[in-house]
C-alpha cells in the first residue's frame, strides 16, 4: 500500500501507541512524533496512568527546543484540552509554538471533543485532522466504545473443535481439556493483557479451576470478572485467591454479607467486590452496566457457551476471535453460533483463527 508522507509520520504514531495498551487506562494509549524537514527529532506514547502524555513526552524527547517552532507535530488522537492529572497538552503545543499539527481522529471524550482543535487553531497553528482517521479509531477501539456506547469494549473469545464443539460432555479432572495449540494459547495470553478485564461463568469455574492470568505473556493480569449467581463456588478456587482484583456478579436477592466468599475477605490481598443484578432478566446488558460503573474498559469474555451465547444473542459484542483446533469430539458441548461470516481468517500453526466484527 501507498502511503503518504503524513500517513508514514501517522504510522509512526500507531506503532508508539502499541506500547502503551493495557497500561494507560483509563487514558486511551496515543503515539505522537516530532518531524523537522523530513526527520523525526522526537517522538512517544502515553505513559502508565498518572503519566505525562504521548505530546509531552514527544516534545520532551527533543534535545533543542528551539527547534520546535519550524517543526510539525504528528498525533494519533486529538490532544486534550482540559486539567486532568497532567496539564493540558494542547497549552504545551502552544507555549512551544509548534506551527503545524496533523491528527489521527478526534477525541470524542466530553472534556475535549474539538476543544483541543480550537485552542490550537486559536492560536494560529495549522491543524489538519483525519490522518489515516480510521486505523486510529480501529486502535483506539476501547477508549471510543466506552465514550459513544457507555459501556465496555466487549471482546469475545473460544476455541472449538473442527466439528464445532468447546468442551467435552464428561471430563476427568478440573482442569482445561486443550483444543487449540500451544501458539494460540500463548496468543491469548497476549490478549488478556491487552484487555482490562476477563470473564466467566460459574460453570468455567467449576471445570476448570482457571486462573484467568497471562502467565506465557508479559503484561498486567486483568481484572477477574466471575459470574456466580448464588455465591456458591468454593472458597479454593483460583479466581478467589486474592493475587488479582476480582468482581463477583451475583443474583441480587442472595444475602452477599452472609456468603462464605464474603467472610474470607480479610485473607485476600485484594478484597473481592461483589456487583448485583437480576439474573431472572437477560444479562449481557446488566453485566455492561455494572463493569461500566466500575469503570472498565474492555472485558474478554471466555466462555463458556451459555456465557457466550448471552452476549451474541444481546447483540452486545464488538469482536470475536474463534480458534478452531484439529482435534474433533463427536459429541459434546456446542460451540456459540455467530449468524455472520468471518472478517479474517488466519493460520497460527495447526488452528485456524477466525475473527469477526459486530458492526
Known amino acids: 500500500m501507498n502511503y503518504t508522507e503524513h500517513e508514514k509520520y501517522m504510522l509512526r504514531c500507531l506503532q508508539l501507541a502499541k506500547k502503551g495498551i493495557g497500561s494507560t487506562r483509563p487514558n486511551p494509549s496515543v503515539g505522537a512524533v516530532v518531524v523537522l524537514d523530513g526527520v523525526i527529532i522526537g517522538e512517544g506514547y502515553t505513559s502508565a496512568y498518572g503519566g505525562a502524555h504521548a505530546e509531552v513526552n514527544a516534545i520532551a524527547a527533543v534535545k533543542d527546543k528551539n527547534l520546535l517552532k519550524k517543526a510539525v507535530l504528528y498525533v494519533s488522537l486529538e490532544p486534550c484540552s482540559h486539567y486532568g492529572k497532567t496539564p493540558p497538552c494542547a497549552d504545551l503545543i502552544v507555549t512551544q509554538q509548534i506551527p503545524k499539527v496533523y491528527i489521527g481522529c478526534v477525541d470524542s471524550h466530553s472534556l475535549v471533543a474539538g476543544k483541543g482543535i480550537e485552542r490550537l487553531r486559536s492560536a494560529g497553528c495549522s491543524v489538519t485532522v483525519g490522518v489515516l482517521e480510521s486505523q ?44 487449540s495449540n500451544v501458539y494460540s494459547q500463548q496468543l491469548a495470553h497476549k490478549w488478556r493483557a491487552e484487555e482490562q478485564a476477563i470473564l ?15 502467565r506465557h505473556w508479559k503484561g498486567l493480569n486483568p481484572i477477574r470478572v466471575v459470574l456466580d449467581k448464588n455465591i456458591q463456588l468454593p472458597t479454593e478456587a483460583t479466581v478467589f485467591n486474592g493475587q488479582v482484583p476480582t468482581i463477583v ?61 448471552s ?12 480458534f478452531e483446533g484439529e482435534v474433533s469430539f463427536e459429541k459434546g458441548v456446542e460451540a456459540p453460533i455467530l449468524k455472520r461470516s468471518p472478517f479474517e481468517i488466519q493460520k497460527i500453526h495447526s488452528d485456524l483463527l477466525k475473527t469477526y466484527k459486530h458492526d
Open 136 to 179: 486510529c479509531r480501529e486502535q483506539l477501539k476501547r477508549f471510543f466504545t466506552v465514550q459513544e456506547k457507555n459501556r465496555p469494549y466487549i471482546l469475545l473469545k473460544w476455541a472449538q473443535t473442527k466439528d464445532g464443539f468447546i468442551a467435552p460432555l464428561v471430563k476427568d479432572k478440573q482442569k482445561p481439556v486443550w483444543i
Open 200 to 214: 466467566v461463568g460459574a460453570n468455567t469455574v467449576l471445570a476448570d479451576n482457571p486462573s484467568l492470568n497471562v
Open 249 to 309: 456478579i451475583y443474583h441480587q436477592d442472595v444475602d452477599v454479607a452472609n456468603t462464605h466468599l464474603y467472610a474470607n475477605q480479610s485473607q485476600r490481598k485484594h478484597p473481592l467486590v461483589f456487583l448485583s443484578v437480576d439474573y431472572l432478566k437477560p444479562l449481557a446488558q446488566q453485566i455492561c452496566a455494572v463493569l461500566q460503573s466500575q469503570q472498565i474498559q474492555s472485558v474478554m469474555i471466555e466462555g463458556g457457551a451459555k456465557t457466550l451465547q
Open 311 to 322: 452476549f451474541i444473542d444481546e447483540g452486545l459484542w464488538d469482536e470475536a476471535r474463534v
